[in-house]
């Protein structure tokens, strides 16, 4: 297992154009999070889910940005009529989740998005 | 909510020098406090968890809940120890996601 991956690595756009992103998480890893991550800040909570669940969303999360984790294993990030703030990093992340408590979670290198 | 505060965005140090990374909160639950880092060209990775009461790669960090803090220590930095870091918290129980502060990037200069 060589941890999580994402694709693609980087993607520039059009704006108003839509992107979507994968991520592979850590097989035995039910717990899988959606981070965005611009310059100079941390990473902003998106989305997670247990399993196939999505658990909660975000506030500031538009009706543009989407999520699905359909067998409980990879996830997709879809960002529908990009606009030149969607530019960030799109962070994925994986954890395992035991007896109630957050485990560690496992990054990917992330994907970055320039939007034109 | 919960939320987390790095007051210092950068800080500089010399090595050997001590190091203290700030991190506060704020939650009305019981909170689970993690120290993430991310070196350069590498992705983030956990450090620290306050749970474990660890010491890792000379690092410790203390929950004080009546300061609602979990700074980061090391006695004595190292050049290695140049990144980005991360103070992050998760919801007792699990029923919250895991929220990151701004960070801080640690300098140690020779």
């Known amino acids: 297992d060589t941890g999580v991956s994402q694709d693609p690595r980087h993607k520039i756009t059009k704006r108003g154009q839509n992107v979507t992103f994968r991520c592979d998480p850590i097989s035995e890893h039910n717990r899988l999070y959606w981070y965005r991550q611009t310059l100079g800040q941390g990473p902003e909570f998106l989305t997670y889910f247990q399993n196939e669940a999505q658990l909660e969303k975000s506030r500031l999360l538009s009706d543009r940005f989407s999520a699905e984790r359909p067998k409980g294993s990879f996830s997709t990030l879809e960002i529908q009529r990009t606009e030149q703030g969607d530019s960030a990093m799109y962070l994925c992340?994986?954890?395992?989740?035991?007896?109630?408590?957050?485990?560690?979670?496992?990054f990917g290198e992330g994907s970055r998005l320039t939007v034109l | 909510a919960q939320r987390v505060t790095q007051p210092e965005k950068l800080l500089s140090v010399f090595k050997g020098a001590p190091v203290e990374l700030k991190c506060n909160y704020s939650?009305?639950?019981?909170?689970?406090l993690f120290w993430y880092v991310q070196y350069s060209r590498q992705r983030l990775q956990l450090l620290l968890r306050h749970i474990s009461r660890e010491s890792i790669k000379g690092f410790t960090a203390d929950l004080n809940k009546g300061e609602t803090s979990f700074h980061l220590k090391k006695p004595f930095a190292q050049e290695e120890d140049s990144a980005m870091y991360y103070c992050?918290?998760?919801?007792?129980?699990?029923?919250?996601?895991?929220?990151f502060g701004a960070g801080t990037r640690l300098t140690v200069k020779p």
């Open positions: 992340a994986s954890s395992p989740w035991v007896g109630g408590k957050a485990g560690e979670l496992f």
């Open positions: 992050a918290l998760s919801g007792w129980g699990g029923s919250d996601d895991m929220r």
């Open positions: 939650y009305s639950g019981s909170p689970e």
